[in-house]
């Protein structure tokens, strides 16, 4: 357990419909990220935080996905209008140094 | 840009004999280098890390990596696998100065034989 925490670990939901991920950093940590892995793939990197200042987007992240960090703490990602291409696990990382410490991820599923 | 190519995607070893996962990066700038494993159904772990200091690198649960400029290489070994290695794991090259992410490899599952 690296103290990186993630709600929900699994969501079912059906296309079209909007989803919102959470994470709860390890609370000295103030990098946040989020990476989105899919099956027999290597994590692919979504964006950053620098406390509440998102400083860095992947060209990923379509329009439809929006990432929060509001007061530097706990982050959202949020999905809308879910497709079934978004499929895959979502993961929230911190960092210290040049280390990232990742969470267990969020695995979506959208029939 | 920076980019890692784990070599095998599928390694099987016996029990008892020595691993080894290869990995080679290619970075603009002189690199920071990981390696991560994934157990099923559990969250990455970070193994071991090299950032410019000794080139040899001792990690957790007896693993070590070598990186060697000169074949842009970083590949990771255990003398002697146990069960409890079977996983898969990551080659990742890390951040540098205005570039946060990590990129990680497409992964080596590692499976012991008993």
């Known amino acids: 357990d690296t103290g990186v925490s993630q709600d929900p670990r699994h969501k079912i939901t059906k296309r079209g419909q909007n989803v919102t991920f959470r994470c709860d950093p390890i609370?000295?940590?103030?990098?946040l990220y989020w990476y989105r892995q899919t099956l027999g793939q290597g994590p692919e990197f979504l964006t950053y935080f620098q406390n509440e200042a998102q400083l860095e987007k992947s060209r990923l992240l379509s329009d439809r996905f929006s990432a929060e960090r509001p007061k530097g703490s706990f982050s959202t990602l949020e999905i809308q209008r879910t497709e079934q291409g978004d499929s895959a696990m979502y993961l929230c990382?911190?960092?210290?140094?040049?280390?990232?410490?990742f969470g267990p991820g969020t695995r979506l599923t959208v029939t | 840009a920076q980019s890692v190519t784990q070599l095998d995607s599928h390694v099987s070893v016996s029990e008892g004999t020595p691993v080894l996962l290869r990995c080679n990066y290619s970075?603009?700038?002189?690199?920071?280098l990981f390696w991560y494993v994934q157990h099923p159904n559990k969250g990455l772990q970070l193994l071991l890390k090299y950032t410019s200091a000794a080139t040899l690198v001792k990690g957790i649960n007896g693993f070590e990596a070598e990186f060697k400029k000169s074949e842009t290489s970083f590949h990771l070994t255990k003398p002697s696998a146990h069960m409890s290695d079977a996983a898969e794991y990551f080659c990742v090259v890390g951040p540098h100065f205005g570039n946060e992410k990590l990129t990680f490899g497409t992964g080596t599952r590692l499976t012991i034989i008993p």
């Open positions: 990382a911190t960092g210290q140094g040049n280390e990232q410490y």
């Open positions: 970075s603009s700038y002189s690199p920071s």
């Open positions: 609370s000295e940590h103030n990098r």
